[in-house]
């Protein structure tokens, strides 16, 4: 399966400048001790190394196609001394079979975007969620890409594929029973939606 459109993973260098702080943006979330989490397209663990101190010792699962970025993700885990991350290699579109148990939180940061059927990814999601868990959507604002510059230049997805909070509410919401619990801005370029199972 190939991956979903414009989804590769920034280079540190600027993905840093543009989030500094990256356990506070989980905090602001609503992600805390105990929750046991998926990241879906973790990357080489830019989110998913700092949930995984935040829910310690509660299990984070590392969700990507790229086995590259995981092994990258594992060696830093290793030299962070952090033992609660587990890497699953697999396609997000079999999210919900792909886990050994129900999770609190399905994350999936900087790739909604590019998922192109939404409605099936939105059901995985439920699947893989206990009752009472949270689908947490970071995207990036509908705003020109020209507009989007981290470091001189611009950054983030195409402009056509951005999307508002309410389009994301919209796909979200549509063939599947989540409720909206929250949404939180994210400055610059960002926003954050939780939804409820
Ligand atoms: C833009 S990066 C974001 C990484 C991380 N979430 C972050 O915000 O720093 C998107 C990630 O999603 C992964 N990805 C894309 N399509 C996928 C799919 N169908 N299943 C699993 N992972 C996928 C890519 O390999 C990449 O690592």
Do not use: C
Request: aromatic share 8%.
């Amino acid at each position: 399966m190939d991956r979903f459109r414009n989804t590769r993973q920034p280079d540190w260098d600027w993905w840093g400048r543009l989030w500094p702080t990256p356990g506070a943006t989980i905090r602001r979330l609503g992600i805390g001790g105990g929750d046991a989490v998926v990241e879906v397209g973790s990357g080489n663990g830019y989110f998913t190394l700092p949930v995984a101190r935040i829910t310690d010792p509660a299990p984070v699962y590392a969700l990507d196609l790229d086995e590259e970025l995981l092994t990258e993700l594992t060696r830093l885990a290793e030299m962070q001394g952090i033992e609660n991350v587990e890497p699953v290699h697999e396609d997000a579109r079999s999210l919900s079979t792909a886990l050994p148990e129900p999770v609190d939180v399905v994350l999936i940061a900087n790739t909604f975007h590019g998922v192109a059927d939404v409605g099936s990814f939105v059901r995985e999601a439920f699947e893989a969620l206990r009752p009472g868990g949270r689908l947490v959507v970071v995207n990036w604002h509908d705003r020109p890409r020209e507009e989007t510059t981290v470091a001189g230049e611009s950054r983030g997805p195409p402009t056509d594929l951005r999307m508002t909070p309410d389009e994301t509410k919209r796909a979200v919401r549509e063939g599947t029973d989540f409720a909206v619990a929250e949404t939180v801005d994210l400055p610059p370029y960002h926003y954050g939606i939780v939804f409820e199972r």
